[in-house]
């Protein structure tokens, strides 16, 4: 038997496989159960209109929080890694390396609790304040390794033409550099900026008002109140509508990138 027939046939084969897990699922499951507790609609509409004027908008202002501090934040530690200054360069890999080894929701809880009580410091904020600087310090670890990458990847004889017309090297950075660089690692940043969406949901930990809730936890307080899961169903719908634009949105400049290259 030909490579190419056998590759054909354990494709199908596994095609057949996919087909009857499928149908099985289909017929064992129990359907009406399913939609009493997932698909409610006397619940789901129970939960409009706050869901989406409280707790989506929430995720979203949370999100873009996070995202333009870690943004700021991450520039200026991708610029100490490339320091020729020694110490700025121990300074931010110590900084990357130690919030990106760190679970998000460690850092959330230590900024939230550990670090008031240990120093006697009020979280401008409250207690979302304290979740969001957690977010922004795990968020600009990652975005700094990703804006030094961004650096390193722009032609070195921009820099050394810049130079030879006699700009200054601060210039040259600002004005030739971080813009060809933010035009690479913009697909690597809108995915952050996603991953960010998601991770709203840990704020939890610090104890959100009735006001501050965002998607995750305002579905998660409904399905307490009304012991049904339908309000589960609905925060990950909306999580979708936010982020599936964002990730065709990745994949359009991933294209458009492969064509400029």
């Keep these: 038997m030909k490579p190419s027939t056998r590759r054909r046939l ?41 869901i989406v004027v409280i707790a989506a908008k929430n995720t ?21 890694k490339l320091s020729p200054v020694l110490p700025y360069r121990w300074l931010a890999t110590g900084y990357v390396e130690l919030f990106r080894g760190l679970p998000a929701l460690l850092v959330i809880f230590g900024f939230a609790y550990a670090v008031p009580i240990a120093f006697e410091w009020r979280p401008p904020g409250g207690s979302v304040g304290a979740g969001l600087i957690g977010l922004i310090v795990v968020s600009s670890a990652y975005i700094a390794e990703t804006i030094r990458a961004g650096i390193e990847a722009v032609p070195k004889g921009q820099v050394e033409a810049a130079r030879s017309l006699g700009m200054k090297s601060s210039w040259t950075m600002v004005s030739v550099v971080l813009p060809q660089a933010f035009r690479i690692i913009t697909p ?27 998607l995750t936890t305002f579905a998660r307080d409904t399905l307490t109140s009304q012991a049904n899961a339908t309000p589960l169903v609905v ?18 400049l991933e294209r458009h990138n492969k064509r400029g290259r």
Excluded: H
């Design 10 to 50: 354990f494709q199908g084969v596994l095609y057949a496989v996919f087909a009857v897990l499928i149908l099985v699922v289909i017929f064992l499951a129990d359907w009406a159960r399913i939609r009493v507790y997932f698909f409610n609609l006397d619940v789901a509409a129970q939960t409009l209109p706050e």
């Design 188 to 214: 690597p940043l809108t995915n952050e900026l996603v991953i960010l969406i998601k991770d709203t949901s840990l704020l939890f930990i610090v104890g959100l008002a009735l006001g501050e809730r965002e």
């Design 60 to 80: 979203i202002i949370y999100t873009v929080i996070a995202f333009v501090g870690g943004l700021i934040l991450g520039l200026i530690l991708a610029l100490m």
């Design 235 to 252: 925060a990950s719908l909306l999580y979708l509508v936010i982020t599936l634009p964002m990730t065709q949105l990745v994949a359009k």
